[in-house]
């Protein structure tokens, strides 16, 4: 007996490893090609959209149902628009010969459906920020791309920004101080202030417009955009004294369209405050302004001084507080996800785009810098550490760092360092990019290995936690990826909810992580992740773009 069942069991076991062991490659198949493995993971995600979902703004994963946001029903382009250049950039640089093709018929059904399909003149309200980054920034990206990669037809993707910008720019001028309400009617382009928060437009929502219009001043020729858009930096600085002893730089979060003044005192770099910083520094990266580089040198060195801390774990984690009571009151440990960008944010302003190995002889590379790269170095460790120690080794939303305040309480989970705690309402995970995308600035930047390997951790993590097999009737596997209700109980708990974030941002600074070919001294990426070129000076001063306002 034994003669013959010891090859038939050998071959079952060969066959039994063998599905094992595609089994496994095929669910982290980074081990081979992070890069192909990061495309498959697009491909499988849009696929599962654009068979189930296509057209529709808000899509479930695990519903397989679509729907739109506002009150006529209209699609935005939500999901679409979000995605097409990160398509244009794998098609670009994949080493599949499928996967190009593949991409390059995606890429086509999305074009031919912002051309034939989408149309902006909705009779509905859309907050102003959002359609900025998400839409105008998109479009404007593909059209860069398209120019740049030789792929799809880039007029498409102009025309319809300049269409959708013409339906903004009314906001601008529609508050007496220039500062725009929240919301605009597409169709009527009235402006709408807030409905809650007395009215009052977020701090970080009307100063992060500014790359979008002036990249298209810088295209089109039209400085309409250029300087409707700049026009809010002059009430928030003057009318608040913001650089004066009280603020020092450091933003409440709310402001009041038609006086230009802050409301409320609450000053955080997470969700309200955080790209205020960022478009201080972006702007100065894109266009050479040297006004934004002095104002975001000035906040960020508040920054260090009011509200860098460290927690009380085995790891002394660094992060940002916030303080509820303005620049006086107490430092809450509470640390948004979003607040992750801030260490490639840092890097950025500390190198300029130009690697670390080669600034050590240059005399820019001065003592501030070094500590911003500290911070840098510091603020990326730590929100790794906010994936590394969760049992599905994926971040929440929010944690909050071990301190004195708030003092933690029972319910609340602790991570094995002790560095810090997650509330139960905040454990939920909606695939956001903020980490990767500092790791992608890191490791360019420094060239540490590192930075890519705990960017391959977290890309294991997503795809073992956030994708969802079903299997048809037919055999067929059906592939979708979806956020998670709670990142602390494995198996985790999903939600049905496709962020188009996941594809626009995570997704691309998760590539761009394990690509070779990136140089950030030539490029800048808008909040949503969409890159533009940086200007060329000559153009500028032909077309007559300058900075329109002074301290
Ligand atoms: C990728 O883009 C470069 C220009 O940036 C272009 O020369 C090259 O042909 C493109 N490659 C493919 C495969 O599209
Ligand atoms: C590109 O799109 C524009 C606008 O839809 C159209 O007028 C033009 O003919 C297209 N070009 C090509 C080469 O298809
Ligand atoms: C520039 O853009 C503005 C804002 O949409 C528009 O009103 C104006 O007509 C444009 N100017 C030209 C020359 O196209
Ligand atoms: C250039 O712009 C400035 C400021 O917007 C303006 O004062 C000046 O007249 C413009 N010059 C030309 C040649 O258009």
Redesign the pocket.
Known sequence: MRWITKPIISVIVAIFAYQLRSRYLKDTPSLNDPKVAIEETFLESWIDYRSNGWGYDVYGPISKKGKNMGRSGDPLGWIIVDSVDTMMIMHNKTTDEAHREQFSKEINLAEVWIRDTLNYNIDSEVNLFETTIRMLGGLLSAYYCSETYLIGNSTVYLDKAIDL??RL?PTFLQSPTGIPYSSVNLASGEAIKNHVDNGASSTAEFTTLQMEFKYLSYV?G?S??WKLSERVYEPLYKNNNLLGPHHQGLIPIFTNPDTGVFQGSVIRFGSRGDSFYEYLLKQYLLTGEKIYRNLYYKSMSSMQKHLLRQSNGKLRLMYIGEKDYGLNGPTSSKFDHLVCFMGGLLAMGATGGTPYSELASDSEWTANHKSEWKVAEGLTRTCYEMYNQIPSGLSPEIVVFNSNYPVAEESWWKSKSEDYFVKPLDAHNIQRPETVESLMFMYHLSGNEQYRNWGLKIFNSFVENTKVIKVADSGEEKIAYTSLRNVLKVPTRKADNLESFWLAETLKYLYLLFDDDVDLSKIVFNTEAHPFPVFDQSRLNELNLTTGWKL
Request: hydrophobic share 30%; net charge negative.
């Open positions: 910008a013409d720019v089109t039209n309409t955009y």
